[in-house]
């Protein structure tokens, strides 16, 4: 272990530069065994301590890609719940805050929609009707003016 100092405290720069360098670390061990590595988002971040680092190590598809089972689940599931099968990742705002559809849950048949909060990554549960609408909502109207 070289003798580096350690920082005194952690900047959001310096956590992503770490998460960059432990992917490609990862990566290299995971491509040994055949298999692709994909980083999450950064959690659990204190400036003064430390923050959560995820990979996530899969199988890959025919095109070099990593599953995500939570895509495979959604998108047949999506036109039961009044959404598209590309909704899947697409963000909607509730007019403060900023999401991205992570999944859909079945057997939460209240609030199956998940999502994260944009800036932190944060998981909340909606209502199919609530996401659909906002994703409606969101959508710009590009028809001609003139007609």
Not at 20 to 44: P, S, Y
């Amino acid at each position: 272990m070289p003798n580096t100092k350690p920082p005194r405290n952690l900047t959001p720069v310096l956590c992503q530069q770490l998460q960059r360098e432990m992917l490609n670390a990862c990566q290299l061990v995971a491509a040994r065994h055949g298999l692709v590595v994909e980083a999450q988002d950064i959690t659990g971040v204190d400036l003064r301590w430390g923050f959560d680092a995820a990979f996530r190590v899969s199988i890959p598809l025919p095109d070099g890609t990593a599953i995500d089972p939570n895509r495979l689940l959604f998108e047949p599931l999506a036109e039961a719940f009044g959404m598209s099968p590309s909704d899947f990742g697409r963000q909607f705002s509730t007019g403060r805050e900023v999401f991205r559809i992570t999944g859909i849950n079945p057997r939460r048949p209240k609030y199956p929609v998940s999502a994260e909060r944009i800036p932190d990554g944060q998981g909340f549960k909606f209502t199919s009707d609530q996401v659909a609408l906002l994703l409606r909502k969101g959508m710009r109207d590009v028809t001609p003016k003139d007609r």
